[in-house]
């Protein structure tokens, strides 16, 4: 089945406290990009992948880091999280931006 | 700035009827527009899209109208039903020089209710 999985789907962590959201998919999509999802403001791009070791900054990408040493993998890296990073994040890949699937999501809290 | 503008948070629509939903974009450089819908717990996922060559793309229920000089595009969905109940993101993709996209611009969502 091609799918864009996410784990893990909730996260509670503490402010400081270094954390990595995996993302994969088997599709073999070069295009993989990282939103976050908050009330009132949309989904707000982080950072997106053009290809392996091609990656760029979207809208939000202060406070992430991310990396793509593999095609299928885009993990989302958060050095030291903070309460403003709470929010719900989704994973997606296509052959072009326009053509975006999206995975499950990734709730995650901030204390 | 927002580039992507859904004026309207919410819309309640009864079943059988039409559902339209507005999207407005200031960035001349967009050249592609997509619908994503949401359902809660989910991720979104792609509905309908529309080239700027073109004025109206359809599938089935779904009809979706661009008007490139109001910068304006709409989602109409005839007949409604209420499994259309979800979030409906307006997106649009920036023309690059190498052609294809790099980067999709998402509006804040409109939550459509459709009532039986």
């Known amino acids: 089945e091609a799918q864009v999985t996410q784990n893990p789907r909730y996260l509670i962590t503490v402010t400081g406290k270094k954390l990595t959201v995996t993302c994969s998919q088997n599709?073999?999509?070069?295009?993989m990009s990282w939103y976050r999802q908050d009330p009132g403001l949309g989904l707000r791009q982080i950072y997106y992948?053009?290809?392996?070791?091609?990656?760029d900054k979207g809208d939000v990408p202060e406070g992430y880091k991310v990396s793509r040493k593999e095609k299928r993998n885009f993990p989302l890296i958060l050095e030291s999280p903070s309460p403003n990073q709470t929010s719900l994040y989704f994973c997606?890949?296509?052959?072009?931006?326009?053509?975006?699937?999206f995975g499950p999501g990734t709730r995650l809290t901030v204390l | 700035d927002q580039q992507v503008k859904q004026n309207s948070p919410s819309l309640s629509v009864q079943e059988g009827r039409i559902s339209i939903l507005n999207c407005d974009y200031t960035?001349?450089?967009?050249?592609?527009f997509l619908w994503y819908k949401k359902y809660p717990a989910e991720g979104p996922t792609f509905l309908i899209s529309?080239?700027?060559?073109?004025d109206k793309n359809e599938d089935g229920r779904f009809t979706v109208f661009l008007n490139k000089s109001a910068k304006h595009l709409s989602l109409h969905i005839v007949p409604s039903q209420p499994g259309d109940s979800a979030v409906y993101f307006c997106?649009?993709?920036?023309?690059?020089?190498?052609?294809?996209?790099?980067?999709?611009?998402f509006g804040k969502g409109t939550k459509l209710t459709v009532n039986p």
């Open positions: 997106a649009a993709s920036p023309a690059t020089d190498r052609g294809g996209s790099e980067k999709l611009v």
């Open positions: 997606a890949s296509g052959r072009e931006a326009d053509t975006q699937y």
């Open positions: 960035n001349s450089m967009f050249d592609y």
């Open positions: 529309i080239s700027s060559i073109k």
């Open positions: 992948s053009m290809n392996v070791e091609v990656t």
């Open positions: 599709m073999n999509h070069e295009y």
